[in-house]
T-cell receptor
Framework: ETGVTQSPTHLIKTRGQQVTLRCSSQ?????VSWYQQALGQGPQFIFQ???????GRGNFPPRFSGLQFPNYSSELNVNALELDDSALYLC?????????????FGQGTRLTVV | GENVEQHPSTLSVQEGDSAVIKCTYSDSASNYFPWYKQELGKGPQLIIDIRSNVGEKKDQRIAVTLNKTAKHFSLHITETQPEDSAVYFC?????????????FGTGTRLTIIP
């Protein structure tokens, strides 16, 4: 088990609503990345946060936004939910600034939009 | 951007036999290639990784090889066991000061037949 925890584990929302997903990074890690994994697909990079600043973004619309806090935990916010947003949302933490840069994933949040 | 292709999509092997999963990448600047194992209902778990200055790496029954010229890398699992059954993902990244936006393959569902 990694030290990355995500909450909630499951969530059901209605189209048009907003959702906030949370991630606590592994102790000693300063970088958090978020991924979206649709059923039967590989994870797709949403964005990364390093020292509370966005540090790279994938091909996702602005209604996907995030935050990183001073303790390096992070939030993913999605506005105006669409049915296609239904997926497993994964958070990965890592340490930047060192040779070793392995990313460790949490168990994910399963979001269902109805 | 980077594109990672992974084959096969499904693989069934007899317990005790070897399994090989292959990936190709498109961006010659990629320098970090991790492999993840994902079990049902869980987040991806890092099982082995390789960097572009190394051609092969082994960890007990698991090995990874990298051919930078051909932009190929492969996962080899020997003496397979039932607990090796899972979905395996390869990924590629350009690591620079820890920046590790991972581009994933589409996954291989490995089934070990007892």
């Amino acid at each position: 088990e990694t030290g990355v925890t995500q909450s909630p584990t499951h969530l059901i929302k209605t189209r048009g609503q907003q959702v906030t997903l949370r991630c606590s990074s592994q102790s000693g890690h300063n970088t958090v990345s978020w991924y979206q994994q649709a059923l039967g697909q590989g994870p797709q990079f949403i964005f990364q946060y390093y020292r509370e600043e966005e540090n790279g973004r994938g091909n996702f619309p602005p209604r996907f936004s995030g935050l990183q806090f001073p303790n390096y935990s992070s939030e993913l916010n999605v506005n105006a939910l669409e049915l296609d947003d239904s997926a497993l949302y994964l958070c990965a933490s890592s340490l930047s600034g060192r040779q070793e840069t392995e990313a460790f994933f949490g168990q994910g949040t399963r979001l269902t939009v109805v | 951007g980077e594109n990672v292709e992974q084959h096969p999509s499904t693989l069934s092997v007899q317990e005790g036999d070897s399994a090989v999963i292959k990936c190709t990448y498109s961006d010659s600047a990629s320098n970090y290639f991790p492999w993840y194992k994902q079990e049902l209902g869980k987040g991806p778990q890092l099982i082995i990784d390789i960097r572009s200055n190394v051609g092969e790496k082994k960890d007990q029954r698991i090995a990874v090889t990298l051919n930078k010229t051909a932009k190929h890398f492969s996962l080899h699992i020997t003496e397979t066991q039932p607990e090796d059954s899972a979905v395996y993902f390869c990924a590629a990244s350009k690591v620079n000061f820890g920046n590790e936006k991972l581009t994933f393959g589409t996954g291989t569902r490995l089934t070990i037949i007892p």
